[in-house]
C-alpha cells in the first residue's frame, strides 16, 4: 500500500508540473494563433479567452503515468503492468474523443459529428467485454444480461461525456468536479489495491491541479487565463465514465465482489448527471428542443440568484462533497435503491429553493437562449 501512495504521488507531480509548464505555452499558442472563446449570450465570460487548456490533459497525464510506472518497475521487483484487451480499448477510444474534442476547438465540428464518435468510443469497452453487468440490489436488480448491460454501458458513457462537457460553464467548474470524482475513484482502486488504475487517476489528478491555477485564478488581461475546451472536457468525462463502468462491474477476477460498488462510483458523478436529467426534464415541459443550449444548468440558476461565479462554485462543490457523505453515511442502514430516492428528493429540494430565490429577485426560472 505504502509503495502504491508513492508511485501515485510521483504521477500526481509529475504530472502537475507538465500541467505548469505546457498549458502557458498552450495560452502563448492561442494569442498567437487567435484561438479564442468568444462571450456571447449563453457564456458567462465577458473576455475573449484560450479555449485549448485541455489539450495538457492526456500528454501530461500519460507521461506521469509512463514514467511513475517506469520507476516502480525499476525500483520494485514483481512490478509488471499487463496490457490487456480493455486496457487497448480505453486507449484506442480515449485517443478517438481527445481527437474530435481538438478537432472542434480548433475549427469546429457538427454536434451529430462528435456524437457518432461518442458512441463509437464508447462502444470499444463493452466489446472488450468492460461492461455494467450487475446492479447490486438497485431496484431489486442483481445480475445484469449482456444484451441489456452492453447498449446501457453505451448510454452511460456517452450521457457522461456530455454532462461534463454541459456543466463546463464557469470557472473551475467542470474541473473541480473531475477532480473530486477522480480523489474518489482514487480511494476506490486504492482499497482494492489496483495500482495502474491509481496512478492514473493521479497523473490526470495533477494536471487539472495546475488548470485550475490558471482557470479560477489566471489573468485575462495578461492572457494568463484559459478554458478546457471541448478536449479537456469529453477526454474527462470518458475517463470517469471508464472508470465507473471498471468500478460497477462485478469482476470477481479483479476485485471482489462488493455491494457498494455502484453506488459508490454513481454518487461520485451526481451533481453533473443530475443536473442533465433535470435539464432533459425542464426542457420537454418547456416544449423546448432538449438538445437546443440555454442557461438553465445549475450554475446558470446559481448565478440568477445573484451569486457571483466563484460562490455558485463553492456552493455546487459544497453540493457535491454532500451527497458523498450522505450517501456514504446510510448505505449501512439503507437499501441503495433507497438512498438513490433521497438523492432525488432533496436535488429536487435544493433547485426549489434555488428558484425561490431568484422569483424573490424579480428574475425567471427559467431562461432560454437569447
Not at 445484469?144 to 452511460?156: D, E, W
Not at 476506490?188 to 489496483?194: D, K, M, Y
Not at 426534464?281 to 448565478?303: G, S
Not at 433521497?342 to 431562461?367: A, H, M, P, Q, W
Amino acid at each position: 500500500m505504502t509503495t502504491l501512495l508513492l508511485i501515485s504521488l510521483l504521477a500526481f507531480f509529475l504530472s502537475m508540473i507538465c500541467g505548469f509548464v505546457f498549458i502557458p505555452q498552450i495560452m502563448n499558442f492561442c494569442k498567437k494563433k487567435n484561438l479564442y472563446d468568444i462571450p456571447n449570450a449563453r457564456k458567462i465570460h465577458k473576455n475573449a479567452i484560450p479555449r485549448l487548456g485541455g489539450i495538457s490533459f492526456l500528454p501530461s497525464m500519460l507521461l506521469a503515468t509512463l514514467i511513475a510506472l517506469a520507476v516502480m518497475a525499476y525500483n520494485f521487483r514483481g512490478g509488471k503492468v499487463e496490457i490487456n484487451a480493455w486496457a487497448v480499448s480505453f486507449a484506442i477510444g480515449l485517443l478517438m474523443i481527445y481527437a474530435v474534442g481538438l478537432v472542434d476547438d480548433l475549427i469546429g465540428l457538427s454536434p451529430s459529428t462528435k456524437f457518432v464518435v461518442q458512441i463509437i468510443a464508447a462502444s470499444l469497452l463493452p466489446l472488450s467485454t468492460l461492461y455494467i453487468n450487475n446492479f447490486y440490489g438497485f431496484c431489486g436488480i442483481n445480475s445484469v444480461p449482456a444484451y441489456v448491460g452492453i447498449p446501457l454501458t453505451v448510454f452511460i458513457l456517452v450521457f457522461i461525456m456530455n454532462a461534463m462537457n454541459l456543466i463546463d460553464g464557469i470557472d473551475g467548474l467542470s474541473g473541480t468536479l473531475s477532480f473530486i470524482a477522480l480523489a474518489g475513484f482514487f480511494f476506490c482502486f486504492l482499497r482494492e489495491g489496483l495500482l495502474v488504475y491509481c496512478v492514473l487517476i493521479a497523473g490526470l489528478a495533477g494536471v487539472i491541479v495546475a488548470f485550475l491555477y490558471f482557470n479560477i485564478w489566471g489573468d485575462p488581461e495578461k492572457n494568463r487565463k484559459i478554458f478546457m475546451g471541448d478536449s479537456g472536457s469529453l477526454t474527462l468525462g470518458y475517463i470517469l465514465g471508464a472508470l465507473l463502468v471498471k468500478f460497477s462491474m462485478n469482476n470477481p477476477h479483479v476485485m471482489p465482489y462488493r455491494k457498494d460498488s455502484m453506488l459508490l462510483a454513481v454518487t461520485l458523478l451526481m451533481v453533473p448527471v443530475f443536473d442533465v436529467v433535470r435539464v432533459i426534464i425542464v426542457r420537454t415541459l418547456h416544449h423546448k428542443p432538449i438538445f437546443k443550449a440555454d442557461k438553465n444548468h445549475i450554475h446558470h440558476k446559481l448565478l440568477r440568484t445573484g451569486m457571483t461565479q466563484h460562490q455558485a462554485l463553492v456552493t455546487i462543490i459544497l453540493l457535491a462533497l454532500f451527497f458523498i457523505v450522505l450517501n456514504i453515511s446510510l448505505y449501512n442502514y439503507i437499501y441503495t435503491t433507497f438512498i438513490i430516492l433521497i438523492d432525488i428528493v432533496l436535488f429536487t429540494v435544493f433547485n426549489y429553493v434555488v428558484d425561490y430565490i431568484i422569483r424573490k429577485n424579480g428574475r425567471e426560472t427559467y431562461s432560454e437562449l437569447d
